[in-house]
């Protein structure tokens, strides 16, 4: 559990005021050259058997370095752009898994552990919004799969905030469905069956936003919604048809 709350930590230290596919949302003085930090918190419901809302203070930051970045959950390197479409490659850490010893109904079970995936992400925009297509891979060999995304983000500029609705879907090859929410042979009890619930495809939509307080502090937030595949939500160790994740926080531009 402990290694799962340093990891959140770090993955949290590079969230951005963005919070979107991309480094779209970020209002910046240099779009070349930017650092914000400040406090923040991240709650997330999981779909898990007796495991439930989770809660944790986080500090919030964002860092670019032209042409790298970091955001949210992400790193990133810009390959290639012109007016309106963008190649990025990536490596984004994986938040999926959890500590067996937090639910009882779990005994038995193995903890499935966080990855750090690598990939490309294209972008194209327009007066229509943006749309995101990633394509990611595991590089840790924890869960061996891979991950295909597209997401729609439509931003809504006002004079001191940005509000940036989104919605998509996450396609899961079987190997990474299958760590995260599948049982193995040797895990099985009664009540628990072995399952593998094969390549799935979760939807979701979102909304983040952030409020330029002043020239130095902007205030951020993120809400995602995803509806789980129904060959996930029928594993013996899930209980929910959804999962939740929000992220809040304030941060100061050095």
Not at 60 to 86: K, L, Q
Not at 169 to 190: C, K
Request: with cysteine; proline share 5%; hydrophobic share 40%.
């Amino acid at each position: 559990m402990t290694s799962k709350i340093l990891t959140v930590l770090m993955t949290l230290l590079i969230y951005s005021a963005g919070l979107a596919e991309g480094n779209d949302q970020i209002s910046q003085k240099d779009p070349n050259s930017t650092l914000l930090v400040g406090p923040g918190a991240w709650i997330t419901v999981e779909p898990y058997k007796g495991m439930h809302t989770i809660v944790y203070p986080v500090p919030v930051v964002a860092a670019v370095s032209a042409p790298f970045y970091f955001f949210i959950d992400t790193a990133g390197c810009r390959v290639f752009s012109d007016s309106n479409m963008t190649f990025d490659l990536i490596g984004k850490i994986r938040t999926d898994g959890y500590d067996a010893d937090r639910s009882e109904d779990f005994d038995g079970m193995h903890d499935r552990h966080m990855s750090f995936d690598v990939g490309g992400e294209f972008g194209i925009s327009g007066d229509w919004g943006n749309l995101y297509t990633r394509i990611l891979t595991d590089a840790l060999a924890q869960h061996e799969g891979q991950e295909f995304r597209v997401t729609y983000v439509k931003p809504f500029k006002f004079e001191k905030s940005k509000i940036s609705p989104s919605l998509g879907f996450a396609l899961l090859s079987n190997n990474l469905a299958n760590y995260y929410y599948g049982v193995r042979d040797d895990e099985a009890r009664p009540g628990r069956p072995a399952y593998d619930p094969g390549a799935s495809v979760n939807w979701f939509v979102g909304l983040d936003a952030n409020y330029q307080l002043n020239d130095n502090w902007t205030l951020i937030t993120s809400i995602t919604y995803y509806w789980l595949d129904s060959n996930i939500r029928n594993s013996p160790i899930v209980d929910k048809d959804y999962t939740i994740s929000i992220l809040a926080g304030a941060m100061y531009r050095f």
